[in-house]
């Protein structure tokens, strides 16, 4: 069965445009979980533009389930990770412009730096999955690297706009997904998926977890939080 990891990061998003102290993607974490997510993913950016500490330090002690904190490959937030001690760690690259993350870690850039950052974090029991794009050069590097999980890159799946262009984007994620899993590497996947394009990509065998935030958030508005991510746990079941 492939678990759902909802990320609650844009719950965050719409407190901040008032500054306020609602909605408290604390809050919504807890609903995710009754409704029956696999597990909470919150991203504290260098910026704090939407989740804070506060945030990350509540979650650590709310989450029941499995707390994977993604973060940007520097001390900072390596420091931060050794305090909090999540379940796993997802290191994802950050730039401050960005609206979202674009693309995946470069592996092969600072191969050394990273493999270090790995090291530390499994060295305090934190599992680390490393957030990529489908390429098998990449894939190799994380397992060279030492990493427990890769979590594939779906954008340009999830954005293709012409059907062979969809075909070809899954090809690439299904071979990506078993030479990862041959490697010893475990697999989860996200960025962009949605109701609409998740099927596919959750019967990809190697997948064990997909990590979605904006649309179910989106969904919820209209729908709430429990309906929302029961309605994305079915597709996902339908899948498999």
């Given at each position: 069965m492939v678990r759902l990891g909802v990320n609650v990061d844009h719950v965050a998003t719409v407190r901040e445009a008032r500054r306020g102290i609602e909605p408290d993607p604390v809050a919504a974490a807890v609903l995710?979980?009754?409704?029956?997510?696999?597990?909470i993913v919150c991203h504290l950016r260098e910026d704090r533009r939407h989740i804070k500490d506060r945030d990350l330090s509540l979650l650590r002690q709310v989450v029941k389930t499995h707390l994977n904190l993604e973060?940007?490959?520097?001390?900072?937030?390596?420091?931060?990770?050794?305090?909090?001690?999540?379940?796993?760690?997802?290191?994802v690259p950050e730039r401050r412009k960005e609206i979202t993350t674009e693309g995946g870690l470069d592996?092969?850039?600072?191969?050394?730096?990273?493999?270090?950052?790995?090291?530390?974090l499994r060295a305090n029991n934190i599992v680390v999955s490393l957030f990529i794009d489908p390429d098998i050069h990449?894939?190799?590097?994380?397992?060279?690297?030492?990493?427990?999980?890769?979590?594939?890159?779906?954008?340009?799946?999830?954005?293709?706009?012409?059907?062979?262009?969809?075909?070809?984007?899954?090809?690439?994620?299904?071979?990506?997904?078993?030479?990862?899993?041959?490697?010893?590497?475990?697999?989860?996947?996200?960025?962009?998926?949605?109701?609409?394009?998740v099927i596919d990509i959750a019967k990809i065998k190697q997948v064990e977890e997909l990590n979605i935030?904006?649309?179910?958030?989106?969904?919820?508005?209209?729908?709430?939080?429990?309906?929302?991510?029961?309605?994305m746990i079915e597709l996902i079941w339908q899948a498999r």
């Open positions: 995710c979980e009754l409704a029956g997510a696999d597990g973060m940007a490959p520097v001390d900072e937030m390596v420091k931060k990770a050794i305090n909090v001690l999540p379940d796993m760690v997802t290191l592996l092969t850039v600072n191969f050394d730096y990273l493999e270090e950052i790995v090291s530390t990449q894939i190799k590097a994380a397992a060279k690297m030492g990493a427990d999980y890769v979590e594939l890159h779906t954008g340009s799946y999830a954005t293709a706009d012409e059907l062979n262009q969809v075909v070809d984007e899954l090809e690439k994620l299904k071979s990506m997904a078993a030479a990862a899993s041959k490697m010893g590497l475990g697999v989860s996947a996200g960025h962009g998926l949605n109701y609409q394009n935030g904006h649309s179910i958030i989106s969904r919820a508005i209209m729908v709430g939080m429990e309906k929302a991510v029961r309605e």
